[in-house]
Nanobody, 125 residues
């Protein structure tokens, strides 16, 4: 079993930046595909970004491409989401997710076998 704990959410003005962190328990998590989803008010949960096991292959939703960057520090079992040029439409609860598989190249959204509890990101206009 893997536990995922997010941190780093908050309130930021449009155009600002935030960095989310996700700490994963369990040594095997460092080999799994990791990523982020979000759920805005009144919306379905949507995929944001994913990284292969070593961070060398990443995939992003079109809505965040060029603004968000996913990275990971495997010795620390931590995944990050650097969010720049934030927009009010980025307001959502952001969830860390893990797929119980080791992927060399990511070419699309991940499944989401395990989930964190979420962290709120609010972008004011």
């Amino acid at each position: 079993q893997v536990q995922l704990v997010e941190s780093g959410g908050g309130l930021v003005q449009a155009g600002g930046s935030l960095r989310l962190s996700c700490a994963a328990s369990g040594r095997t998590a460092s080999t799994w595909t990791m990523g982020w989803f979000r759920q805005g008010p009144g919306k379905e949960r949507e995929f944001v970004a994913t990284s292969n096991w070593n961070g060398h292959s990443t995939f992003y939703a079109d809505s965040v491409k060029g603004r968000f960057t996913i990275s990971r520090d495997n010795p620390k079992n931590t995944v990050y989401l650097q969010m720049n040029s934030l927009k009010p439409e980025d307001t959502a609860v952001y969830y860390c997710a893990a797929d119980r598989m080791m992927t060399t190249v990511v070419t699309g959204p991940m499944r989401g076998d395990y989930w964190g509890q979420g962290t709120q990101v609010t972008v004011s206009s």
